[in-house]
């Protein structure tokens, strides 16, 4: 498996699911890259709301998975290396079960 490009990645992930809004580059953060999973930060300017994002890249293409997330953005470094917690483990098994 060739390794994820974050920024060919970032397309997937274009709009604000809260208001629509066009994400510019600026606004969208790699937390995370390895293994063939990105994990994305991306932080809203118009609602200031902010959005965790996984993108996965599996035998069957590229599967995200977004949750709203109430981290700020300074919260970033202290998350960093530590396991977050999803409330999207059910979308997880949904995928894997596939
Ligand atoms: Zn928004």
Redesign the pocket.
């Known amino acids: 498996m060739s390794k994820l490009d974050p920024m060919a990645s970032m397309q997937v992930v274009t709009k ?1 699911p ?2 629509d ?1 066009k994400y510019d580059k600026s606004n969208i953060k790699v937390v995370d890259n390895k293994d063939g999973m990105i994990t994305l930060y991306l932080n ?1 300017p ?2 200031k ?1 902010s959005v965790m994002m996984v993108i996965m890249a599996g035998s069957f293409g590229i599967t995200s998975v977004s949750m709203i997330s109430d981290i700020i953005e300074d919260d970033l470094n202290n998350i960093e290396g530590n396991q977050i917690e999803y409330d999207d483990v059910l979308e997880m098994h949904k995928f894997f079960k596939k």
């Open positions: 604000c809260m208001c809004f809203c118009k609602c709301g």
